[in-house]
């Protein structure tokens, strides 16, 4: 089993930025690629960007091309979301996942394994 913890969600003005933090514990060993989705109110969950856990292979949604950026930092079994330029169609809850089948970035929901509770970020005009 996998938990994971994000934090650092919070209400900012659109251009503003935010960094989401998604702190892994457990059977850390077993994952291969984790990912950042956002759920807003009655829409579904979607995909924003992954990371291949221990490489630097990188998928993002157009939707955040070029304003957001996944990392990791391994040592500290955490995944990062940094958020620049927000816009209010960003307003969403974002939810971390971990993958622990492949080893390349996934941005299908279904394949992530385990899933954090969410952070909610507001961006008001």
């Known amino acids: 089993q996998v938990q994971l913890v994000e934090s650092g969600g919070g209400l900012v003005q659109a251009g503003d930025s935010l960094r989401l933090s998604c702190v892994a514990s457990g059977r850390t060993l077993s994952m291969y690629s984790a990912g950042w989705f956002r759920q807003a109110p009655g829409k579904e969950r979607e995909f924003v960007a992954a990371?291949?856990?221990?490489?630097?292979?990188?998928v993002y949604a157009d939707s955040v091309k070029g304003r957001f950026t996944i990392s990791t930092d391994n040592a500290k079994n955490t995944v990062y979301l940094q958020m620049n330029s927000l816009k209010p169609e960003d307003t969403a809850v974002y939810y971390c996942g971990i993958n622990r089948r492949v080893l390349v970035p996934e941005t299908a929901p279904s394949e992530y394994d385990y899933w954090g509770q969410g952070t909610q970020v507001t961006v008001s005009s």
């Open positions: 990371i291949a856990w221990r490489g630097a292979m990188t």
